[in-house]
């Protein structure tokens, strides 16, 4: 049976496409191996974004080279973002590459298989527009938890994103498909859906004329099985009354909210393509703490903008003081080419680092009080793993997204999977630590 390794690197969406390629090629007789060291094709599913992923990607490449070079790796195959951006140029700077995939090609990858067992090249880009590909997946998240893909592609071109560019205009799934999908998790004990696109809050726009996302919660939340629902990415234009009571009466919809905003000045707003204005942002946010009570807001921001000079920088930290944000992701600007910021005059690289420095510094300080909040209050707690060292269960509260937040740490009789109620005794470094408890009482 010829084996295969497979690497994803980049975004949940990119996961979701490795988690579709790899049923795929179990399904054609192929057997994966942990690693790529011994395999018979090794298969590199690459994230192009921004230049700290593309490097990785790069470097990846190289490293799985090596071992081609040394006769213990025979094919590869290179998948996604970075071929999909750089179709003509991949293959000239890495010949070592025996086939590539851009994104509307995932469905390829047995043909690519096939092709490169046999020491032939192989080279697919379909259109990265088409409608999203209703291929099966092996999960390879959890225990408990997964990614629950609801579209695909961008229609917001923010000015410093290149991901309309490589992953194709916006294309919702048929709600029907998402429902089965969900059903199929749900049988197989999974209990967190963790629902994603580019933009959730356009869900269903381009395929019913209209927001569906409020009516796709609703349906999810009666099937059996599923506890938890977490919604990432919205954007904060797009939010509307009918989806803001749904998430606030829906005990199922975790209270915990992905809205990147990436400033608050309106002059750095209205350059970057962003919808909305400051003032706007900081009246939805307002407005979803008064009536989501227990919530809890995470954003994404950009520092380094073009347009952003001491005043407006000192703007998002007020900003932020006042909004008091629990969770937040911050990247120094990186102007991506054949973008419209890629030529914008912008602060260096230097000032950008420091100030997202800065940032971090800010937010900290309310992750730490939220973290000290919670002391005392009884969770559910999706466990994921256990730590020999520490000789503690390691979980997930409501308020943590897997791989970007926090974690709790729980003493008690448990299994990866479990959704024990915790009571929190204390936090350290926004990290909670508890035991569990008999009570069904909780706050989610």
């Known amino acids: 049976m010829p084996t295969f390794s497979l690497t994803s690197l980049g975004c949940a969406k990119n996961l979701v496409n490795s988690e579709q390629m790899l049923y795929l090629l179990q399904e054609a007789g192929y057997s994966m191996l942990p690693e790529p060291d011994g395999a018979d094709f090794a298969v590199i599913n690459t994230c192009g974004f921004i230049d700290a992923a593309k490097s990785e990607a790069i470097d990846c490449i190289l490293e799985h080279a090596a071992l081609k070079a040394e006769g213990r790796l025979g094919a590869i195959i290179v998948t996604g973002c970075l071929p999909e951006r750089y179709r003509e140029e991949i293959l000239q700077e890495l010949p070592e590459i025996d086939a590539v995939l851009g994104v509307g090609s995932f469905g ?50 923010c000015a410093f994103c290149a991901i309309p560019y490589i992953r194709g205009r916006y294309r919702s799934r048929e709600i029907e498909s998402v429902i089965r999908e969900a059903e199929e998790l749900a049988q197989q004990g999974v ?17 019913y004329g209209k927001r569906c996302l409020a009516e796709l919660c609703r349906r999810l939340s009666v099937i059996p099985g599923i506890r938890w629902i977490r919604l990432h990415y919205l954007y ?43 003032d706007e942002i900081r009246s939805l946010f307002q407005t979803l703490r008064e009536r989501i009570p227990g919530l809890v807001l995470r954003t994404s921001l950009i520092t380094g903008l073009p ?23 911050v990247f120094p600007f990186s102007p991506e080419e054949g973008t419209p910021a890629e030529k914008m005059p912008h602060p260096d690289a230097e000032t950008a680092a420091a100030r997202a420095d800065a940032v971090l510094g800010i937010q900290g300080e309310f992750l730490d009080a939220f973290a000290e909040s919670l002391v005392g209050s009884r969770l559910p707690v999706l466990i994921e793993q256990y730590d020999e060292e520490t000789a503690f269960w390691i979980g997930r509260s409501y308020a943590d997204s897997p791989e970007i937040d926090s974690m709790v740490y729980v003493r008690g009789s448990c299994s990866p999977g479990d959704m024990p109620t915790v009571l929190v005794e204390s936090a350290e470094n926004g990290i909670l630590y508890g035991h569990t408890v008999e009570s069904e009482e909780s706050l989610c």
């Open 108 to 157: 390829e990858i047995v043909s690519a298989a096939d092709a490169v067992l046999k020491k032939q090249r192989y080279r697919s880009f379909l259109s990265n527009s088409a409608p999203v590909d209703e291929i099966p997946r092996i999960i390879s998240t959890g225990p408990g938890w997964a990614y629950l893909r609801i579209a695909e592609g961008c229609d917001n071109f």
């Open 191 to 207: 209990k967190e859906l963790i629902v994603i696109a580019q933009d959730i809050t356009r869900y269903g726009t381009d395929r």
């Open 236 to 278: 904060p234009d797009q939010f509307d009354d009918e989806l803001i009571d749904e998430i606030a009466r829906n005990d199922k919809i975790v209270k915990y909210l992905d809205i990147p905003i990436q400033h608050i000045n309106n002059e750095i707003l209205l350059r970057m393509n962003r919808h909305g204005t400051g």
């Open 307 to 329: 347009g952003e000079g001491d005043a407006e920088f000192e703007e998002l930290c007020t900003f932020l003081r006042e909004a008091r944000i629990e969770r937040a992701g």
